[in-house]
């Protein structure tokens, strides 16, 4: 009985889960410039425009590399700190990590807020690069997350051995802590990049009017009207964050990540 | 290797980049959007440094209190269902086998990932007469005619549940995956059926967690910002969007600035209300 229901719940729930995405597959293989479901005829053009159509291609390719920038500065932001907060014995420093964690858990329009009042004031607003340190500060609490969590795994007497056998800071951190946590930077930075992917507000308000991301690409299509080409974007992003999530779980371990305490998933 | 304090001034040379990073780009742009919230509007979107309150008094009108209650109405409403749909569905997924877990956090994390502007589209297209349910209903001879389900407060608030669906999920797993098995097993040898003891061991046990969940919920819906629009008519828009409304096409960035101050009390308050009632929940 027990198990029955928990079939039709977790059926239920992966079906509410899944209905808009289906859906939006269907609009995305229509032959014609049309949004209906059934789907009618079948064509892969609408997937060719992403690419073809110079205006989509440009959403796609400012995406990319905002994402691309900002998850590797939020690396580099996170990776420092949480080193020597894991090697240092020096309370007041944790005062960094939490306000890494703190634009991550406000509403994320006060942080594209006050970062559109300080740009407009120091007189960058609108420049390009401006997009990437504010989504490598929104989104450094991902890489500061999984590389506390990678610290923590680590055992202290592995690097206390190689400290014995004469190895200097910099040797131990090349040879023994970095293989050791280069999963937690991989995972950290896979998470901050698929989110920054997807990320609309803050990217509008600091470049919304000089740079068009894909998300702003999609919202200011939504005015006009739609297109198919929207839905075939959603599924190309949805696919690509499985993608990169699943390839975390394969070569990481994801439940551990997620906070489970041991690698059985228990 | 010990962890030891920093002796010489070149032990804190690691520490420097991300804390200038931070402060400089996170601390200051705060600081500056409290300076603005005081400072006094000019005409044709400018501002001068002031210390009035004007942006505060202005945020005190019938208009924004409705719009700040039905903010948080509507915050609360999704943090709920939120809560009592994912409880029992996090609670089953850490029994089950982990290669089952793996593809259906693969899953959550996906979707958590989408952008509001995406998660928008696909409800509006599963809401609409062209490709919407409704279409499949017909199909089923359930329906006698295709129909719009959107705008409306159902299709904004099914919307949010399903944004904001995954992230209960993820935020209720660490303390269901480490839930103590012998809790249940106890209550199952004492003859109670899993039902029961879900009810009666596993949720009371998990009272302090469901309240942070709760809060934290509720905060990530409170930032909801494009569904509202997508989805609802204006009187379902949320303060995210007045504040967006007010900075870029008002351009009135103090009373923009004032309003997110505003939310940033009000969330911080939500945060503190989740510490104090963890600890009387540890002391009793």
């Known amino acids: ?266 | 290797m010990r962890r030891e304090p920093p002796q010489t001034l070149g032990d804190y040379a690691p520490l420097l980049f991300p804390a200038a990073m931070l402060t400089i780009f996170f601390v200051v742009p705060f600081g500056t959007m409290i300076a603005v919230s005081f400072f006094q509007r000019q005409q044709g979107g400018f501002y001068t440094p002031a210390f009035v309150f004007d942006n505060y008094a202005r945020f005190l009108s019938v208009f924004f209190g409705g719009v700040l209650g039905f903010s948080l109405l509507l915050a609360i409403t999704v943090a709920i269902c939120c809560v009592v749909l994912a409880l029992p569905f996090t609670y089953m997924l850490t029994r089950m086998a982990r290669k089952v877990q793996v593809v259906w956090l693969v899953a959550l994390l996906s979707i958590l990932s989408l952008s509001e502007v995406i998660i928008g589209f696909a409800w509006s297209t599963l809401f609409s007469r062209t490709a919407g349910i409704t279409n499949i209903l017909v199909a089923l001879d359930i329906m006698a005619e295709a129909k719009a389900l959107t705008p409306s407060f159902g299709a904004v608030l099914t919307g949010m549940v399903y944004q904001a669906f995954p992230y209960t999920v993820l935020v209720l797993f660490p303390a269901l995956v480490r839930l103590d098995p012998t809790l249940t097993e106890a209550a199952r040898t004492l003859g109670a059926s899993p039902l029961k003891a879900f009810f009666t061991v596993v949720v009371p046990a998990l009272r302090n967690t469901i309240t942070a969940t709760l809060i934290m919920v509720f905060i990530f819906a409170l930032g909801s910002y494009l569904l509202p629009q997508l989805l609802g008519r204006p009187q379902h828009w949320t303060l995210s969007v007045l504040i967006t409304d007010q900075a870029i096409y008002q351009s009135n960035m103090p009373f923009a600035a004032a309003m997110a101050v505003f939310l940033v009390l009000v969330t911080l308050g939500l945060v503190a209300l989740t510490v104090i009632a963890g600890r009387k929940g540890e002391a009793a």
């Not at chain 1, 894991?86 to 807020?113: D, E, H, K, S």
């Not at chain 1, 006009?224 to 839905?231: D, I, N, R």
Request: charged share 10%.
């Open chain 1, 1 to 266: 009985m027990i198990s029955m229901f928990r079939r039709a719940y977790f059926f239920l729930i992966g079906l509410f889960l899944a209905l808009p995405l289906i859906v939006v597959a269907g609009v995305s293989v229509n032959e014609k410039q049309t949004l209906a479901f059934p789907p009618q005829g079948f064509s892969l053009s609408w997937y060719g425009e992403i690419f073809l159509n110079p205006e989509w291609r440009n959403a796609l390719f400012a995406s990319v590399t905002l994402a691309v920038l900002s998850a590797a500065l939020a690396v580099a932001i996170a990776l420092p700190l949480s080193w020597f907060l894991w090697r240092r014995i020096a309370p007041w420093a944790n005062i960094f990590q939490l306000l890494g964690v703190a634009p991550f858990t406000l509403p994320p329009v006060i942080t594209a807020l006050g970062m559109l009042t300080f740009w407009a004031t120091v007189g960058f607003y609108g420049q390009p690069w401006t997009a990437v340190v504010s989504h490598a500060i929104f989104f450094v609490t991902l890489p500061l997350v999984t590389l506390s969590l990678g610290f923590t795994s680590i055992d202290r007497s592995l690097v206390e051995a190689a400290s014995t056998m004469g190895a200097d800071e910099r040797t131990i951190f090349r040879t023994v802590v970095l293989p050791l946590i280069l999963p937690y930077i991989v995972s950290g930075y896979a998470f901050a990049f698929v989110l920054s992917l997807n990320e609309y507000i803050v990217a509008y308000m600091t470049v919304g009017f000089t740079v068009e991301t894909l998300p702003i690409k999609i919202f200011n299509a939504l005015r006009y009207g739609y297109t198919p080409t929207m839905a075939s974007v959603t599924i190309l992003f949805v696919t690509t964050a499985a993608v990169i999530f699943g390839l975390v779980a394969r070569f990481g371990d994801l439940p551990k990540l997620l906070g489970a305490m041991s690698s059985d998933g228990k």
